[in-house]
């Protein structure tokens, strides 16, 4: 079974602080794919990135990070810097291999940016 | 990245009536869309899987004699919720999967109110 735990529901931080979502998933597949979301207020998921089991590599895009360490089953998302339109809900989700089927997602941590 | 839209993106009914929505891929083809549903303050569960030509695959407690899924064509699938209820009001968001990246995409979401 799939499983995706973001054990925090809701994280507050005033603006140009930095912030990590911590994210943990069970899966009993070896090759898999993670992903990270933004659901601002509108419901509309944006996607922010995707990693496959096979790299490990932290990536970094602008003020976004991600850490991934299969060692503790951990899929982090940093942002450095803060900013109020950061503001929204963050989704970690993870599929099987192939063609992303049967995506779960975490129940989500909700982000408030305060200037 | 490739496009999924739905319509409508809000919807009111009354209790009782049916609804439809439709999830359709505008620039690519998919065989497979996928439905999730949201309620307030939660994470997206999937509902079904839904597959051209062939019937849809209905998660665990999913009533599949309540949400119709037709996926007549490689570019709409639509779900009915039939005869609803105030206990359907939700976010319903559709993801098509697009197998040449192997990659889903999401539609914006339907927000159904059921009064």
């Known amino acids: 079974a799939q499983k995706v735990t973001q054990a925090q529901t809701e994280i507050s931080v005033v603006e140009k602080e930095d912030v990590t979502l911590d994210c943990v998933y069970e899966?009993?597949?070896?090759?898999?794919?993670l992903f990270w979301y933004k659901q601002p207020p509108s419901g509309e998921l944006v996607f922010l990135i995707r990693r496959n089991s096979f790299d490990e590599q932290n990536e970094i895009s602008g003020r976004y990070s991600w850490n991934f360490q299969k060692s503790t089953s951990s899929f982090n998302f940093t942002i450095t810097a803060s900013q109020v339109v950061d503001s929204a809900v963050y989704f970690c989700?993870?599929?099987?291999?192939?063609?992303?089927?049967?995506?779960?997602f975490g129940a989500g941590t909700r982000l408030t940016v305060k200037p | 990245g490739a496009v999924v839209s739905q319509h409508p993106s809000r919807v009111i009914c009354k209790s009782g009536t049916s609804v439809k929505i439709e999830c359709r891929s505008l620039?690519?083809?998919?065989?497979?869309m996928f439905w999730y549903r949201q309620f307030p303050k939660q994470s997206l569960m999937l509902m079904a899987t839904?597959?051209?030509?062939?019937?849809?695959?209905?998660e665990q407690g999913v009533e599949k004699d309540k949400f119709l899924i037709n996926h007549a064509s490689l570019t709409l699938s639509t779900l009915t919720v039939t005869s609803a209820h105030p206990e359907d009001s939700s976010f319903y968001i559709c993801?098509?999967?697009?197998?040449?990246?192997?990659?889903?995409?999401f539609g914006p979401g339907t927000r159904l109110t059921v009064l």
């Open positions: 899966t009993r597949d070896t090759t898999y794919y």
């Open positions: 989700a993870l599929s099987r291999f192939y063609n992303n089927n049967d995506m779960r």
């Open positions: 620039d690519f083809q998919a065989t497979t």
């Open positions: 993801s098509a999967l697009d197998r040449g990246p192997g990659e889903q995409f």
């Open positions: 839904s597959n051209e030509g062939s019937k849809a695959t209905y």
